[in-house]
């Protein structure tokens, strides 16, 4: 396959920005509407489907372990996250929703995806399939690293 022209190229980082800055101005809007920050938001949403410790909480995040630590520790006080130990050692500490973090979790997700449709309505079904899966193919090698903890937070 030759490789892309250097207009397609520029192209495609443009079109990869200008996605990034709407995806980031609906969560931000729906955060707002919650009084989360960003972040606060990202952490919940990580948070759905998995209990993770802090270093990998910081490699999704992109953040070092002690901002997390203080993120954590505000989600805590709110009554969102807990934290638990660890299942293979007591020592380790992982972090989960409380069902109160949970439900705003959910609701969350819901309004983010309800302003991506929105967003994409004028994208047949087959294209939104396809848009899927080519985001899927670039993020996903990205989070399985930050799941293993190989993606490394900041110093």
């Known amino acids: ?59 999704h995040l992109e953040l070092d372990k002690s901002s997390v630590t203080g993120l954590v520790d505000r989600a805590a006080d709110r009554g969102l996250v807990e934290r638990v130990a660890g299942p293979d050692d007591g020592r380790a500490v992982r972090v989960r929703l409380t069902k109160e973090g949970r439900a705003l979790a959910a609701r969350g997700a819901e309004q983010v995806g309800d302003e991506l449709s929105a967003a994409t309505a004028d994208l047949t079904e087959p294209q939104r399939r396809q848009l899927s899966s080519l985001l899927s193919r670039i993020a996903s090698p990205v989070a399985r690293r930050a799941d293993s903890g190989t993606l490394r937070s900041p110093s």
Request: charged fraction near 20%; hydrophobic fraction near 45%.
């Open 1 to 59: 396959m030759p490789a892309p022209e250097p207009a397609d190229e520029l192209g495609l980082v443009d079109s990869l920005a200008q996605t990034s800055f709407l995806v980031q101005g609906i969560v931000r809007r729906v955060a707002a509407r919650h009084d989360l920050s960003v972040v606060q938001m990202r952490l919940l949403g990580i948070l759905r489907d998995r209990e993770p410790g802090i270093q990998v909480l910081a490699g």
